[in-house]
C-alpha cells in the first residue's frame, strides 16, 4: 500500500476537479486540531481549484476565540473568500507544507507569525475502514446535502471528534460541501507561535466552529474534495468581510 505521503505527493500531480458547475476544490488538509493552551489549528493544501491557483492555508484560532486565516493566495482565491465573516483577520503570505517522512510533515509560516506545526499521522481500523467506505461512493452521492449531513452525524460519533458538519452554510453564506475520501488520525503533533508551545493536542471544553463547519475534537487528516456555492453578491458576503468586534 502507498505511504500517506506517497498519496499526498500523487495528489499534487494529479488532483482533478470533480464534475460540476459550483465552486471547486480538491486536495488534502487536517480538519483541525485542538490543543492544550486553546489554539486551534487547521491546514488545507489544494492544489487544483475552480476559483484560481492552488494554494496552501493554515487556520489559527487563538484562546480568544479570534480566528485568522493565513494563505499563500489572496483572500478572494482561498479559503476567506467562505469564511472571512468568521474571522478576525486574512492573511495573505507564504505557507509552507513540507512532507518530512512517509507519515509525517510540517507547516511553517515565517516572518512576524513565526509558526512551526510538526505533525504526525497514522491509519487505524476505524480510519480505514471509514477511508474504503468514502472512497467507493459515487461523486453524485457526496454532492447530496442530506446525505452528508447524515454521514458527518454518524462519522463525528465513530471518531470520537465530536460533531462534524460535512454540509452547510460558511460564513459568507455560501452553502458548502465537504467530501472526503481517505482519512488519518493526527498521532502526535506539537506547535510553538512566535517561539511559544501550543501544548498537546487536547479536545476544548466547547467544540468550536466555523458557520456550519465544526472543527473536530481530534486531529483528522484527509485527501478529498470540496465544493461552495457559487458567488452571488446579492446573497453572499464578500472576502473583504470581517467578524463583528
Not at 182 to 189: E, K, T
Not at 206 to 222: K, M
Request: hydrophobic share 45%; charged share 20%; aromatic share 10%.
Amino acid at each position: 500500500m502507498k505511504s500517506i505521503r506517497a498519496q499526498a505527493l500523487e495528489v499534487e500531480q494529479n488532483a482533478r476537479l470533480t464534475p460540476g458547475d459550483d465552486e471547486r476544490f480538491s486536495g488534502y488538509g487536517v480538519m483541525g486540531l485542538p490543543f492544550s493552551s486553546g489554539y486551534v489549528l487547521a491546514m488545507r493544501r489544494f492544489p487544483v481549484t475552480s476559483v484560481g491557483p492552488g494554494y496552501s492555508s493554515v487556520w489559527l484560532r487563538r484562546p480568544s476565540g479570534d480566528w485568522t486565516i493565513y494563505a499563500d493566495a489572496a483572500p478572494e482565491a482561498s479559503c476567506a473568500r467562505y469564511f472571512a465573516a468568521g474571522l478576525a483577520d486574512a492573511v495573505h503570505c507564504d505557507v509552507g507544507v513540507n512532507w518530512t517522512a512517509d507519515d509525517a510533515f510540517t507547516v511553517t509560516i515565517g516572518g512576524d507569525v513565526d509558526l512551526i506545526w510538526q505533525v504526525e499521522l497514522a491509519s487505524t481500523p476505524v480510519t480505514a475502514a471509514m477511508s474504503a467506505f468514502m472512497t467507493a461512493l459515487p461523486n453524485t452521492l457526496l454532492a447530496n446535502k442530506p446525505f452528508l449531513k447524515a454521514m458527518g452525524s454518524a462519522a463525528g460519533p465513530v471518531l470520537s471528534a465530536g460533531r462534524l458538519g460535512l454540509a452547510g452554510s460558511a460564513p459568507n453564506r455560501q452553502g458548502f460541501r465537504a467530501k472526503p475520501r481517505r482519512m488519518w488520525f493526527i498521532s502526535r503533533s506539537s506547535a510553538t507561535l512566535g517561539g511559544d508551545d501550543l501544548g498537546s493536542p487536547q479536545p476544548l471544553p466547547v467544540q468550536t466552529r466555523l458557520g456550519d463547519f465544526w472543527i473536530p475534537q481530534r486531529g483528522i487528516f484527509v485527501i478529498g474534495s470540496s465544493a461552495f456555492d457559487r458567488f452571488d453578491p446579492a446573497q453572499h458576503l464578500p472576502a473583504s468581510a470581517r467578524k463583528a468586534a
